[in-house]
């Protein structure tokens, strides 16, 4: 069963939060390293809404890049009505995972079998 349009928007704005905190971690950890701050960079949340530029990627962790891309592609697959799919054998993924994790990729079976491999 599809998820409901509700639950979805509210998992939508879970993504886009999490996103605006990601970015939003960068840029103080920018601001920190930079003492001047004023290089332009507070603009960067609004550029980078669909792109990154490389020094924009080049300045975050590599965890950091990963959620993000993870949000990415949970926005990505929420505009292909793709959403709340496990990647793995298709099957809905439970709305309590998505609620905690909402750019879950697979379901809770899946997750197991691929942090086992
Ligand atoms: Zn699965």
Same mark, same amino acid.
């Given at each position: 069963?599809?998820?409901r349009?509700? =639950?979805?928007? !509210? +998992?939508?704005?879970?993504?886009?939060?999490?996103?605006?905190?990601? =970015?939003?971690?960068? !840029?103080?950890?920018?601001?920190?390293?930079? @003492?001047?701050?004023? &290089?332009?960079?507070?603009?960067?949340?609004?550029?980078?809404?669909? $792109?990154?530029?490389?020094?924009?990627?080049?300045?975050?962790?590599?965890t950091?890049? %990963?959620?993000?891309?993870?949000? &990415?592609?949970? +926005?990505?697959?929420?505009? %292909?009505? $793709?959403?709340?799919?496990?990647?793995?054998?298709?099957?809905?993924?439970?709305?309590?995972? +998505?609620? $905690? +994790?909402?750019?879950?990729?697979? *379901?809770? $079976? *899946?997750?197991? @079998?691929?942090?086992?491999?």
């Open positions: 069963m599809p998820l349009a509700a =639950i979805l928007e !509210r +998992l939508k704005e879970k993504l886009l939060e999490k996103r605006r905190a990601l =970015i939003n971690t960068v !840029r103080e950890k920018r601001a920190d390293n930079l @003492e001047t701050g004023s &290089d332009g960079t507070q603009d960067i949340a609004d550029q980078a809404t669909t $792109a990154y530029t490389k020094e924009f990627l080049l300045s975050i962790s590599d950091e890049r %990963q959620q993000l891309k993870q949000v &990415d592609a949970a +926005l990505d697959k929420m505009r %292909q009505k $793709a959403y709340g799919q496990c990647e793995r054998c298709g099957e809905p993924i439970s709305e309590k995972r +998505l609620d $905690a +994790l909402p750019f879950a990729r697979f *379901c809770i $079976a *899946c997750q197991e @079998e691929e942090e086992r491999s």
